[in-house]
């Protein structure tokens, strides 16, 4: 079974991939063919990452769990929050485009973070066992939720989702 690291970072690729497209996208019908589905992905991922990553990382991981999980919450909010101005504009405008952009520089500062901390640090804490179950949850997550069905993509705040996952019953050592 997969390693949930291994498939967070196969969807990273895939991230890195999109905006390469949409860099190569000629016109409007180009460019929203391609950001559609990857700002579908960036929303789907972020809700996976925070169902089933973090509250691992926070029962689990070193002593910088509780800022790595922080800062992740924050990045994808600000992740949302661009993806959502960026439906407020006509594709292809300058504005379509400064939100377009703001994701993409969120993105790829969270992707760095979470490569050189988050992960490191679950990888570090974490049996194998418990990243193949949560791989397994990673890939059920995603066939439960095609196209986002079922789930709302709305803001966390950072400190009341740390709070609650840590309060919540330890899972089973593993």
């Known amino acids: 079974m997969d390693d949930i690291t291994a498939l967070i970072l196969d969807d990273h690729a895939a991230f890195r991939r999109g905006f ?14 391609v950001w559609e589905p990857l700002a579908l992905h ?7 990452e925070e169902r089933i990553l973090y509250p691992h ?21 600000k992740i949302r929050d661009a993806i959502a101005e960026s439906r407020r504009h006509e594709v292809g405008t300058d504005p379509w485009w400064s939100a377009v952009w703001r994701a993409r520089r969120e993105n790829t500062e969270h992707l760095g ?11 570090r804490h974490a049996s194998d066992e418990l ?8 890939l059920a997550f995603y066939g439960e939720h095609p196209s986002g069905k079922g789930l709302t993509f709305r803001d966390k705040d950072p400190q009341r989702y740390v709070a609650a996952a840590r ?8």
């Open 20 to 33: 390469a497209r949409l860099d190569d996208a000629k016109d409007a019908e180009q460019m929203r063919a």
């Open 42 to 48: 960036l929303e789907i991922h972020a809700e996976a």
């Open 57 to 77: 990382l926070l029962r689990r991981g070193g002593e910088h769990a509780d800022e790595e999980s922080l800062d992740a919450i924050r990045d994808h909010n």
């Open 113 to 123: 973070e979470e490569e050189d901390e988050g992960l490191p640090d679950f990888r």
């Open 131 to 138: 990243r193949a179950r949560l791989g397994a949850q990673w």
């Open 167 to 174: 309060s919540q019953s330890r899972p089973a050592q593993a």
